[in-house]
């Protein structure tokens, strides 16, 4: 992930859930040409938490409804191109 390194952002609610934002660092109008997607290598990135917590994982671009959940784990995998992703914590 060297060429396009991690951007992160944490966000949190009162009620205990946190979001977490990952994408990747990518200048898209000097890379995209001809009106074409800009390809991003995808990449996974491991989330390692101090206690088990559920998840749930948006690509906000695409849907409004999770593209995957899982029961509390203390690591979490993402598979991370071009696009935002939102890993909510409950």
Known sequence: MSSHP?????AYKRDGRHYLLLWRDVE????RHGGQDLRVPAASVKIR??????AAVYIP????VPVRTQP??????V????????????
């Open 28 to 31: 898209v109008e000097s890379l």
């Open 79 to 90: 598979g991370l191109a071009g696009d935002l992703v939102i890993v909510e914590l409950g």
């Open 49 to 54: 938490l101090p206690t088990p917590r559920p």
């Open 72 to 77: 509390p784990r203390a690591e979490i995998a």
């Open 6 to 10: 991690l951007q992160t952002l944490v």
């Open 61 to 64: 671009r695409h849907s409004d």
